[in-house]
């Protein structure tokens, strides 16, 4: 069985406090699985959790999205997918090259300077898939608070009008349209979705 695990931490989190990030990082993880076994927060701003494959880069871009919502933060995160050889109590405890392929990509971001990479065992993918992704974070990371609301907005409510989204928000709908192309979240659903279908091309 494939399984992707990301593991992350919160950039910029000790000029912030805990109050401000843990409750919305911990409501996000909430609504994936249960902790221990499919999440887990350790040494205050660091986090790793289990989730499909097909879902891995949604799920690392929603959470992108939840994070930089709150001034000043951002979210570093390695995707790692494979198999799972031991199950421990937490996902802190279980090993495979899932586990493996997310610590090693976790560990090179900062000296990379990027701060979403995956890892598949398919290195011709691997390629392609992070030079997109880089590409796109040269947005992404500079998403303001009202861009990143805006798409973890869209990401909650996918099949929402854009009247419904300018309610939840109270602004007029024309303004979560002007929000909309700023974050360029056209650009981000592509992204996604070419991860997903190439990712279930790839694996058949």
Known sequence: ????????????????????????????????GKTPTDWEIYRGDE????????????????????????KGLDVRMGIGIGGVDYEGNSV???????YQRSGRTFETLKQDKVNIC????????????????????GFMDEWSTVSAEIVALA?????????EMAQK???????????????????VLALMDYYTTTFKESTE
Not at 92 to 98: F, L, M, Q, R
């Open 118 to 137: 995956i890892a598949t065992g398919i290195d011709s993918y691997d390629r392609t898939l992070n030079l997109m992704l880089k590409l796109a974070l």
């Open 169 to 187: 928000l109270g602004i007029r709908q024309s303004a979560v349209s002007q929000r909309q192309k700023r974050a360029r979240l056209e650009l």
């Open 47 to 70: 986090f790793q959790l289990r989730v499909a494959p097909t879902m891995a880069l949604e799920v690392a871009i929603h959470l992108k999205s939840v994070i930089k919502s709150i």
């Open 1 to 32: 069985m494939k399984l992707a695990i990301i593991t992350g931490d919160i950039i910029n989190s000790e000029g912030s406090k805990s109050s401000e990030w843990l409750v919305c990082l911990k409501e996000y993880l909430s609504k994936l």
């Open 92 to 98: 802190s405890e279980s090993n495979g090259s899932a």
């Open 155 to 163: 990401l909650d409510y996918p099949n929402a009008p854009q009247k």
